[in-house]
């Protein structure tokens, strides 16, 4: 059995999931909301404009999924995609802060765990 609109919903969970922990380590959205918001729409608008590229070529073409809405934006942009550049966005940014924050957390672990004198090799 197939819902219309189950994508959609899929990607809407998935950012709240991803929003949950974001505001959980305070990684993006919950550090800077302004920076966030500015780096998610530019990510979305390069790839928006990465889709139109690719659909103007024929490169991308619309499935015919019965999960979509059957809202088209454009030829073989369907209304869901623009969600999905968001999140995907937003998704990198939460991992790419999430990985500094961790890859600090090491250095100053290292750094306080090595010999006095040493660098800690």
């Known amino acids: 059995m197939s819902v219309p609109g189950l994508y959609l919903v899929a990607i809407l969970i998935s950012a709240a999931g991803i929003a949950l922990l974001d505001r959980r380590w305070r990684l993006a959205a919950w550090d800077s909301l302004a920076r966030t918001v500015l780096a998610v729409s530019i990510g979305t608008v390069f790839f928006l404009a990465w889709d139109a590229v690719g659909i103007a070529?024929?490169?991308?073409?619309?499935?015919?999924?019965?999960?979509?809405?059957?809202?088209?934006?454009?030829?073989?942009?369907?209304?869901?995609e623009p969600f999905f550049l968001a999140f995907l966005s937003y998704l990198g940014l939460v991992a790419w802060a999430g990985a500094l924050r961790l890859l600090d957390r090491r250095a100053t672990h290292a750094d306080a765990s090595a010999p006095a004198g040493t660098d800690g090799r």
């Open 57 to 80: 070529t024929g490169v991308f073409v619309k499935g015919d999924s019965p999960l979509l809405l059957g809202v088209d934006l454009a030829p073989h942009l369907p209304l869901e």
